[in-house]
Every structure is written in structure tokens, then in C-alpha cells.
T-cell receptor, first 116, second 110 residues
């Protein structure tokens, strides 16, 4: 157990639907990162929050949004889902905004999203 | 733009040494990570380099040359459990985000 908790572990939904993925960071970590991993794309950075504020943004689609709450957990919302959104979605956390302290990022076990 | 290149696949024999290379092009440089990822699992941290030179940690070592935009991960005394993907991730200047390469799938054969 890495200390980063992601729920649900698996999600199957239909095209056009909306889902919410949840992440609780490791105790003491203020920074949360979201990554998408498809078979042919590797880990793609989506967005980062630090202590409730957005700090960095990757190639996140407009259909996707995220936020970090006062208790530091984060949610990634995916709407108008398409087949191509099927992927593993990882959340990672770190104590600092740059992920360098205490061994970089700590990743959760991921949410496998299947859009049918 | 930013670009990270790693070989797609490598094969090595149990007990051997393997070197996995990573070349990168970024706007500035603020650190490089190596992660190990077994299929379907979360990536786990292996090493972090921000200055030139070699960082050794048990059977794993990582080297960085900032002037060449180059890093390698060296795995010694390979074990079957080392069969995994190895991901190189780089942070440029003026950003907090790390960009990951597509990873190198290492197969260790008996």
C-alpha cells in the first residue's frame, strides 16, 4: 500500500456519460497529480494541484476537470465520455509542488476506466 | 516543445547487467526521475537526478549528463522480478510538471 488511495479501482460506463474519480493523497502530501495512461501513449500528465490550488496543467481535455478539496483529496471529473477515454487513470502525490522531496511522486494503484 | 526518447523494448538474461537510456529535449532542466512499472500496476520510484553524475542505490544506478540531455538507468545482477517497464520523467524550467517517456519494457530471461 503506497498510501495514495484511488477509488473506484474499475469503472465501466457508456459513451456520453460522466464519471468522477477520487484520490486521497499520502498523509502529509499537499500536492496531487493526475495522469492518464493508455496502451500506446504512456503516462500523460493531466493536471496538478498543490494545497487546493491548480499549479500545472497538461493536455487535459475541456471535457475533463479536477479540483482539490480542503481536506486535500482530489476528484477528476470526466464528462461526455468517448471510447478513446478508456485508460488507466493514476493519481500521485508528493509533499512539495515539485515532487522532489522524499522520493518523488507516490502513485496510487489507479482507476481502470472502460468506456463501451 | 518537450521530447523524451527511450528504447521501446530490451531483453536481458538473469544475472546480467542492462543499461536503459533516456534522451530528452526540454526548455531548461529541473530534475529527472526513473520509475519502475509492472504491468497493470502503479509506477514506483527508483531514482532522482538533478546534478550530473552517477547515483547508486543497491542494484540500481542512474546517471545524468545535463549538457548532453542524457540519462541512463543501470540494473545489475538482473532478477526475473526486474521484468517491467522503466519510465524516464523530466521536468523543464518554469513548470512543476514532469513529462514521462513512453517507457522501456525490459524482459529478463532465465
Amino acid at each position: 500500500d503506497s498510501g495514495v488511495t484511488q477509488t473506484p479501482k474499475h469503472l465501466i460506463t457508456a459513451t456520453g456519460q460522466r464519471v468522477t474519480l477520487r484520490c486521497s493523497p499520502r498523509s502529509g502530501d499537499l500536492s496531487v497529480y493526475w495522469y492518464q495512461q493508455s496502451l500506446d501513449q504512456g503516462l500523460q500528465f493531466l493536471i496538478q494541484y498543490y494545497n487546493g490550488e491548480e499549479r500545472a496543467k497538461g493536455n487535459i481535455l475541456e471535457r475533463f476537470s479536477a479540483q482539490q478539496f480542503p481536506d486535500l483529496h482530489s476528484e477528476l471529473n470526466l464528462s461526455s465520455l468517448e471510447l478513446g477515454d478508456s485508460a488507466l487513470y493514476f493519481c500521485a502525490s508528493s509533499p512539495t509542488p515539485d515532487g522532489t522531496a522524499r522520493g518523488g511522486y507516490t502513485f496510487g494503484s489507479g482507476t481502470r476506466l472502460t468506456v463501451v | 516543445g518537450q521530447n523524451i526518447d527511450q528504447p521501446t523494448e530490451m531483453t536481458a538474461t538473469e544475472g546480467a547487467i542492462v543499461q536503459i537510456n533516456c534522451t530528452y529535449q526540454t526548455s531548461g532542466f529541473n530534475g529527472l526521475f526513473w520509475y519502475q512499472q509492472h504491468a497493470g500496476e502503479a509506477p514506483t520510484f527508483l531514482s532522482y537526478n538533478v546534478l550530473d553524475g552517477l547515483e547508486e542505490k543497491g542494484r540500481f544506478s542512474s546517471f545524468l549528463s545535463r549538457s548532453k540531455g542524457y540519462s541512463y538507468l543501470l540494473l545489475k545482477e538482473l532478477q526475473m522480478k526486474d521484468s517491467a517497464s522503466y519510465l524516464c520523467a523530466v521536468r523543464g524550467s518554469g513548470t512543476y510538471k514532469y513529462i514521462f517517456g513512453t517507457g522501456t519494457r525490459l524482459k529478463v530471461l532465465a
